[in-house]
Nanobody
Framework: VQLQASGGGLVQAGGSLRLSCAAS????????MAWFRQAPGKEREFVAA????????AYADSVKGRFTISRDNAKNTNYLQMNSLKPEDTAIYYC?????????????????WGQGTLVTVSS
């Protein structure tokens, strides 16, 4: 599966953005989807994940209550709605996908990655 992330941009603190990750291939609905982010000088970190059916979701503590991951299997797309953005959310955001069964919050588990989209939150 190939992934294309979009929706990043510059936003003021407290604002919102919605990231999209469009996938190619007929197997999208069987994949776990996730978002990771990497800030300058820092390691890539887990943000959120959603199961193939969309029935279960998980979030990093730092975004819980502010971010929502969702997916539309008919459109081969998953989304990350980001509200109440903070300057510390500034990073390149990557979408990732793989078949179920691994540690969803580990970047090592995912074999398919999008190119990343930059989110900048100004104070």
């Amino acid at each position: 599966v190939q992934l294309q992330a979009s929706g990043g941009g510059l936003v003021q603190a407290g604002g919102s953005l919605r990231l999209s990750c469009a996938a190619s291939g007929r197997t999208f609905s069987t994949y776990v989807m996730a978002w990771f982010r990497q800030a300058p000088g820092k390691e890539r970190e887990f943000v959120a994940a959603i199961t193939a059916s969309g029935g279960s979701r998980a979030y990093a503590d730092s975004v819980k209550g502010r971010f929502t991951i969702s997916r539309d299997n008919a459109k081969n797309t998953n989304y990350l709605q980001m509200n109440s953005l903070k300057p510390e959310d500034t990073a390149i955001y990557y979408c990732a996908a793989d078949t179920p069964g691994g540690p969803y919050d580990s970047s090592d588990y995912y074999s398919h990655w999008g190119q990343g989209t930059l989110v900048t939150v100004s104070s």
